[in-house]
């Protein structure tokens, strides 16, 4: 089934009803937001046609299904966040909530700048953000270093120099 692409001047919030596609543009670069089964997977694109798709469910290191490859995403909104638009998601795994904001970087051009968290109450065995791309599997780890309850952050950025930490985020990029 082909899913309709919004823009963000179309509508500002999507329901969770509504489970068409969503796409967010940093110049040449794009995340595309796709419902699958129960959550949102997304797909980011560069000029050079290099691609990035989210990994879903078990898939961290260790496949612990209690902490899940990436964000599980069950909700996802295209808002405007002051002059720029941005993408916000939700979701849960077991008892941990995860967010993830996507905006395009302020200082990079043709650079997306994605900032996650999960709220945990037990010890984390994985939490960070994973993908599968053209040069293999990519992660974006967090480190789960405060003891429980605690609010785990990391951030990265994907554009034409790949998958990278952002600067201040506490994570780290992998491949």
Do not use: Q
Request: contains cysteine.
């Amino acid at each position: 089934m082909a899913h309709r692409s919004r823009s963000i001047e179309e509508e500002a919030l999507a329901t969770p009803a509504d489970k068409s596609s969503l796409c967010l543009h940093a110049g040449s670069t794009s995340v595309t937001f796709i419902w699958s089964g129960d959550r949102w997977e997304h797909v980011v694109v560069v000029l050079d046609g290099r691609r990035w798709r989210s990994v879903e469910g078990p898939g961290g290191p260790g496949d612990d299904p209690r902490w899940p490859a990436s964000p599980p995403l069950v909700e996802v909104s295209l808002v405007a966040a002051g002059p720029r638009p941005a993408v916000l998601g939700v979701g849960l795994a077991g008892r941990s909530h995860f967010s993830l904001s996507v905006v395009a970087c302020p200082d990079r051009p043709d650079t997306l700048l994605f900032e996650a968290a999960a709220r945990i109450i037990a010890p984390a065995g994985w939490l960070g953000s994973t993908y599968d791309g053209n040069d293999g599997r990519e992660r974006a780890e967090a480190d789960p270093a405060s003891p429980p309850p605690a609010t785990v952050r990391w951030a990265y950025r994907i554009g034409a120099a790949g998958l990278e930490p952002a600067a201040g985020a506490d994570g780290a990029a992998r491949r």
